[in-house]
């Protein structure tokens, strides 16, 4: 069984900085894409970012040149390093890997979310 848990959401000004984690573990082989979404109230969730085990990103448009993404692949963790933050930010933000475990083949996990709250 696979598990992604998230952590270093929180509550934080506008133009302040926050770094989300997550990690995954189980009986894990490989892991592909490892990407952030996020949901916000009354809002479909919505790709913010992904990176490839190769390290190519993706963003959307309205984090780029704001949030990075990383990983580290020894670890089976992503991170979004999250600057200059906004109120319109505000979400609860998951995680997804695309993961290949010892028992079957690629298969897309969900974490359970970690809240980020930007007060203006």
């Avoid at 959401?9 to 490989?30: D, E, K, N, T």
């Avoid at 704001?66 to 020894?74: C, L, Q, V, Y």
């Avoid at 390093?81 to 298969?107: F, G, R, W």
Wanted: hydrophobic letters at 35%; charged letters at 15%; a positive charge.
């Amino acid at each position: 069984q696979v598990q992604l848990v998230e952590s270093g959401g929180g509550l934080v000004q506008a133009g302040g900085s926050l770094r989300l984690s997550c990690a995954a573990s189980g009986s894990i082989f490989s892991i592909n894409v490892m990407g952030w979404y996020r949901q916000a109230p009354g809002k479909q969730r919505e790709l913010v970012a992904t990176i490839t085990s190769g390290g190519s990103r993706n963003y959307a448009d309205f984090v780029k040149g704001r949030f990075t993404i990383s990983r580290d692949n020894a670890k089976n963790t992503v991170y979004l390093q999250m600057n200059s933050l906004k109120p319109e930010d505000t979400a609860v933000y998951y995680c997804n890997a695309d993961i290949h475990t010892k028992i079957s083949s690629y298969m897309i996990y969900w974490g359970k979310g970690t809240l980020v709250t930007v007060s203006s």
